[in-house]
């Protein structure tokens, strides 16, 4: 009997806690996001995720692993046009036009519009900020943001008598120092080259805007509606490129993506470019020791920056805006952007993350990190505009047909422009 | 005799199949021509009726022609080269030999796989310098080969793989159809003379033809339907070389998000495998006699 009431008063209050509990503001959000380096981002995003829903009852959220990139932008726009959007999920920074564009997303300035709010804003790196504003508002907060660095094998640098300290800084160098790591067997065949540059599809595309930054020319402007592809900036990188195949420092044909590390790790290569967001597949799978630079450049350094920011959706109540807001503040937060930076390889987008005591003890112990991070004022925002993708592969089809050998340069350069003019003339 | 099927019960069992096929086929198609007169719309860009401008746009797109010939060519390789093989394998494991079972599983083994976990093994395999593919290469002294990074050998190291993993499943009709085929003709045959290979020109092979046909027409099917490998393996680089007509359908419509050249490419591809079915039945209403 006395169990029975404890029991029914028990639920009672339990009752009333909840009813309390969901009158305050309640949400259930759905988060979507990709992944797309060789880290355990799943497991991470997944232990943050319940944390903040375990420091918030009231709320719940739902984080759903949805693909690579294009596959979660595409599940997303698809889900949002179907009226069911995720209250908030991780996208490209570069799909920002296409998102403003289908009308899908909100400005996360206009939601977070507090004196607290635009402090928290302007705490984040402004090189990070560049491509998540758009006439004037902010529709994006940084996440996982990355940028390609040169990785080198130092014993590779040594065997060759190379200084392991001083990787290539420039074009010149790197041709120089590739010729002395590249290295054939008896038959002829080379079993290590000197380097590896990722010259197919979307990932060629973002290490190309590197190249050409750093002959001082950018691909798309922040109007979302230029793309400057032919160019002597972009042709001399392609020139660039075939001169690396030319002179045996680099395996001729297209190079995929998604070898690269791998061949790295086997030795196949003495260096590669490729996004910090291996740094840890890296660490965790070397064999022997190695090191990270800045990329090298034409006339100085120069890198793009690439990956993923968080979006707040439309079709949504303002109780499950607020929420998601608060969860991104959570998710960015110098001690879980800093365990979100260490678990993967991703650049923590805030200075305040980097003076917590677990970062500052992470780049003690991995400095190449700290690389990265210099190198970030030298890099200028990647290939972004309306049409993105319809726009982008005029580039990509530029690149492949050179290195693959089926046209020049100049050719293929000019038969891009014209393509991305073409797409991107209704909107001038 | 049946008793009849009520009036009521048989419209019912009529009517839902067909509302699925209305739903899930002939309103999209229709509803994709539609779409092909329009513009592709958005917040900055009002929706428009635009006549046959994407039409036009589809007479004057150099990657299609490329797509184009890059199908019809995977079309035209692994068709016979699939259907050559099933019937060789079929042969093989119809012969009792010892261990036909477990050549059958091997054969067979392929078609169970999902086709996204074949791509991502033979990714491994292609790797130049690291992948299998590179390694037998170098126990011969022969440099690698950049199978998916070069315009040369991309499409045809698609079409290896799609024929690797139809050619167990056909097999399977293969052994059904030999299994079918009477042992007194072969044995009449033999008192005749025949060897071997006479016996299976003259009488294996004309007995298999409905199989053939049938396996041709799946076979057709699947060289325009299957194209998750290249999604995959090439995401149809480089530059096109591996593009197939399907996967450009998708990329025009779900990457780049213009639904009405999207919808353009689908009337094109709906009226091409329209054709080819006409031709097939033709074919097949002709040339194959069932027993």
């Known amino acids: 009997m006395t169990i029975m009431t404890k029991l029914a008063g028990s639920c009672c209050t339990a009752a009333m806690f909840s009813l309390a509990a969901t009158s305050v503001s309640a949400a259930d959000l759905e988060f979507y996001f990709p992944v797309g380096v060789n880290a355990p981002a799943v497991e991470t995003i997944q232990a943050l995720t319940d944390e903040w829903a375990a420091q918030n009852p009231q709320h719940s959220v739902k984080a759903v692993y949805a693909g690579n990139y294009e596959e979660t932008t595409t599940k997303a726009l698809t889900a949002a046009n179907a009226g069911q959007p995720p209250q908030v999920a991780v996208l490209l920074s570069i799909d920002l036009f296409t998102l403003v564009e289908e009308d899908v997303i909100v400005a996360i300035s206009d939601i977070a519009n507090t004196p607290e709010d635009q402090e928290w804003i302007d705490g984040f790196y402004d090189g990070f900020m560049k491509d998540a504003e758009f006439e004037g508002k902010t529709y994006a907060i940084p996440f996982q943001r990355s940028t390609p660095v040169y990785y080198y094998n130092k014993d590779a640098f040594r065997a060759a008598g190379l200084d392991p300290e001083t990787p290539p800084k420039t074009w010149d160098e790197m041709i120089e120092m590739g010729k002395k790591l590249t290295i054939k067997d008896d038959n002829g065949n080379v079993t290590q080259w000197g380097t590896r540059i990722p010259t197919l599809g979307l990932g060629g595309a973002w290490l190309f805007g590197g190249l050409v930054v750093s002959k001082g020319d950018v691909l798309t402007t922040d109007t979302g509606i230029e793309a400057r592809m032919d160019t002597p900036a972009t042709k001399a990188s392609l020139e660039f490129l075939l001169e690396l195949s030319k002179q045996e420092v680099m395996a001729p044909g297209g190079i995929s993506w998604g070898d690269t590390p791998k061949a790295f790790l086997e030795g196949q290569t003495a260096s590669m470019w490729t996004s910090t967001g291996n740094l840890a597949f890296v660490e965790e799978n070397a064999t022997f020791d190695w090191g990270v630079g800045f990329l090298p450049g034409g006339d100085g350094p120069g890198a793009p920056i690439g990956g993923g920011n968080f979006y707040i959706f439309q079709d949504t109540t303002d109780e499950e805006r607020a929420a998601a807001l608060d969860f991104i503040k959570f998710m960015t937060s110098p001690a879980n952007a800093a365990k979100w930076s260490i678990a993967t390889g991703y650049v923590a987008p805030r200075p305040d993350a980097w003076e917590t005591p677990e970062m500052k003890a992470y780049a003690e112990r991995l400095p190449q990190a700290l690389v990265a991070l210099d190198q970030l004022q030298y890099a200028e925002r990647e290939f972004a505009t309306f049409q993105r993708a319809k726009v982008t592969q005029y580039l990509v089809d530029a690149i492949e047909s050179v290195v693959t050998g089926n046209a020049e340069p100049a050719e293929a350069l000019k038969a891009a422009q014209e393509g991305a003019d073409g797409v991107l003339g209704d909107y001038q | ?291």
């Open chain 2, 1 to 291: 005799m049946n008793k009849r099927l009520p009036f009521g019960l048989a419209m019912i069992m009529l009517v839902i199949p067909c509302l699925l096929l209305v739903a899930f086929t002939h309103y999209p198609a229709l509803r994709a021509l539609l779409n092909s007169f329009w513009n592709n719309a958005s917040s900055r860009r009002p929706s428009k009726f635009v006549g046959v401008e994407n039409y036009q746009t589809l007479l004057e797109d150099d990657r299609l022609v490329q797509v184009m010939l890059n199908s019809t060519f995977y079309a035209l390789g692994t068709i016979p080269l699939a259907i050559g093989l099933a019937i060789g394998m079929a042969l093989l494991v119809n012969a009792k030999l010892p261990g036909t079972s477990l050549m059958r599983l091997s054969f067979f083994m392929p078609t169970m796989l999902p086709m996204i976990a074949v791509a991502n093994i033979w990714l491994f395999f292609y790797a130049p310098g690291i992948g299998l593919a590179s390694q037998i290469l170098g126990v011969f002294g022969l440099p690698p080969i950049n199978f998916l990074g070069s315009t040369e050998t991309s499409l045809i190291s698609m079409m290896f793989v799609a024929v690797w993993k139809e050619a167990g499943l056909f097999m399977i009709f293969y052994l059904a159809a030999l299994q079918a085929v009477p042992e007194n003709l072969k044995d009449a045959a033999r008192l005749e003379g025949a060897g071997p290979v006479r016996i299976f020109f003259n009488i294996v092979l004309p007995l298999l033809r409905p199989t053939t046909i049938f396996v041709a027409v799946n076979a057709l099917i699947n060289a325009f339907r299957l194209v998750d490998h290249v999604i995959v393996m090439t995401r149809g680089g480089p530059n096109n070389s591996s593009a197939l007509l399907l996967y450009y359908v998708y990329e025009v419509t779900f990457s780049q998000r213009d639904f009405a050249y999207g919808a353009t490419l689908t009337v094109l591809m709906v009226c091409l495998l329209g054709v080819l079915a006409a031709v097939q039945y033709w074919v097949l209403n002709r040339k194959a006699h069932y027993q």
